[in-house]
T-cell receptor, first 111, second 110 residues
Framework: NAGVTQTPKFQVLKTGQSMTLQCAQDMNHNSMYWYRQDPGMGLRLIYYSASEGTTDKGEVPNGYNVSRLNKREFSLRLESAAPSQTSVYFC??????????FGSGTRLTVV | SQQGEEDPQALSIQEGENATMNCSYKTSINNLQWYRQNSGRGLVHLILIRSNEREKHSGRLRVTLDTSKKSSSLLITASRAADTASYFCATDAGGQNFVFGPGTRLSVLP
């Protein structure tokens, strides 16, 4: 099925550990995004990539890095996880001026 | 910072009733979108309305946009239990990226 695929779906990390969240889309969209969702705060943009080869910071980039590996894939890396990064992470993609297609999310707990 | 804010935060209605949610935003926009999120799932795009449009329909959904008041509304007619979800508006504020509000939690009671 066409769409956005995120892996893993669940992850528990210890403080200080690192991990990479993977995201791939098969809709040939130029733009890709990483959001985090916390209770009562809606979605906050971490990083985005307007096109292959470019990445930019969003509202809450501290503690994260991203890589736009190719047009399909956009990964999010936590170098040294902190409890404040406990959240649900969503990847999304879009064509210009159209709605976003979201993945099903990664529920991350940092203990 | 949140550009858009939904109102009310939570809404409970009976099946068959209409549900209206509102979104207010602060700065001029090019586009406004509405999304639905079922519990534990990703967001699903419902409707995109452009700043030069006043109303759009999609099935039982009707979205209006009043740029003079910087507000939008989402109307769900003849609601069903399956409409139970959180609903988010997202605005682009002239840029490429959309900023999401905190959402309205809708409960449709059978």
């Amino acid at each position: 099925n066409a769409g956005v695929t995120q892996t893993p779906k669940f992850q528990v990390l210890k403080t200080g550990q690192s991990m990479t969240l993977q995201c791939a889309q098969d809709m040939n969209h130029n733009s890709m995004y990483w959001y985090r969702q916390d209770p009562g705060m809606g979605l906050r943009l971490i990083y985005y990539s307007a096109s292959e080869g470019t990445t930019d910071k969003g509202e809450v980039p501290n503690g994260y890095n991203v890589s736009r590996l190719n047009k399909r894939e956009f990964s999010l890396r936590l170098e040294s996880a902190a409890p404040s990064q406990t959240s649900v992470y969503f990847c999304a993609s879009s064509a210009f001026n159209y709605g976003y297609t979201f993945g099903s999310g990664t529920r991350l707990t940092v203990v | 910072s949140q550009q858009g804010e939904e109102d009310p935060q939570a809404l409970s209605i009976q099946e068959g009733e209409n549900a209206t949610m509102n979104c207010s935003y602060k700065t001029s926009i090019n586009n406004l979108q509405w999304y639905r999120q079922n519990s534990g799932r990703g967001l699903v795009h419902l409707i995109l309305i452009r700043s030069n449009e006043r109303e759009k329909h999609s099935g039982r959904l009707r979205v209006t946009l009043d740029t003079s008041k910087k507000s939008s509304s989402l109307l769900i007619t003849a609601s069903r239990a399956a409409d139970t979800a959180s609903y988010f508006c997202a605005t682009d504020a002239g840029g490429q990226n959309f900023v999401f509000g905190p959402g309205t939690r809708l409960s449709v009671l059978p």
